[in-house]
């Protein structure tokens, strides 16, 4: 089974506007770790945001916020005020504390279009 | 501050030729990772190693070894390179994590064409 699922092959945003960028994930591991990175059409990784499953608040960073409903296994990324600069393909990935010591599970991405 | 730096950053491979791409990190972190990304899609892990002489298997493994005989150095190594292998690789490194909350910081990439 897939575990990281992004949904949305791509995604547009007019410029200054919000938008959600989905994530589902799958574990029976009561420990992991949710992460967000930006790959910019220059090829880079960059890491955004992370969120750990006790977390009792949802992770922030500047623009980003991660909307994290432990339930419903998901993690959306939330980007406000897109800029043009944000167009990028974005992942989403997953660290299992107990199960997969050490490695982490990446999504297929997302790829974000910002119009002007 | 280097980080994590991968050589070459581009190169293209006849088929059934050998080639190791290096990876070396400044951080000290315990934890290294090769990884995969194909035109589109996400990254698929290779190989992955949790210290100085450690190393394992990931998904994707077959038609590649690695070792790990220091902490900064994790080379990638292809052998009878065939055109399935054509893709940019990763290395990415992190601090040992036992609370599953290290982000991996990721070298620039290895553009690898076989031909």
């Known amino acids: 089974a897939q575990k990281i699922t992004q949904t949305q092959p791509g995604m547009f945003v007019q410029e200054k506007e919000a938008v959600t960028l989905d994530c589902t994930y799958d574990?029976?591991?009561?420990?992991?770790?949710l992460f967000w990175y930006k790959q910019p059409s220059s090829g880079e990784m960059i890491f955004l945001i992370y969120?750990?499953?006790?977390?009792?608040q949802n992770a922030t960073e500047g623009r980003y916020s991660l909307n994290f409903q432990k339930a419903r296994k998901s993690a959306n990324l939330v980007i406000s005020a897109s800029q043009l600069g944000d167009s990028a393909m974005y992942f989403c990935a997953m660290r299992e504390v107990n199960t997969n010591a050490g490695k982490s599970t990446f999504g297929d991405g997302t790829t974000l279009t910002v119009k002007p | 501050n280097a980080g994590v730096t991968q050589t070459p950053k581009f190169r293209i491979l006849k088929i059934g030729q050998s080639m190791t791409l290096q990876c070396t990190q400044d951080?000290?972190?315990?934890?290294m990772y090769w990884y995969r990304q194909d035109p589109g899609m996400g990254l698929k892990l290779i190989y992955y190693?949790?210290?100085?002489?450690?190393?394992d298997k990931g998904e994707v493994p077959n038609g590649y070894n690695v070792s790990r005989s220091t902490t900064e150095d994790f080379p990638l190594r292809l052998e009878l390179a065939a055109p399935s292998q054509t893709s940019v690789y990763f290395c990415?490194?992190?601090?040992?994590?036992?609370?599953?909350?290290?982000?991996?910081?990721f070298g620039d990439g290895t553009r690898l064409s076989i031909l």
């Open positions: 969120q750990g499953s006790y977390d009792q």
């Open positions: 951080m000290n972190h315990n934890y």
């Open positions: 574990t029976s591991d009561p420990s992991y770790g």
């Open positions: 190693s949790v210290g100085a002489g450690i190393t």
């Open positions: 990415a490194s992190s601090y040992s994590d036992k609370g599953g909350n290290q982000p991996q910081h």
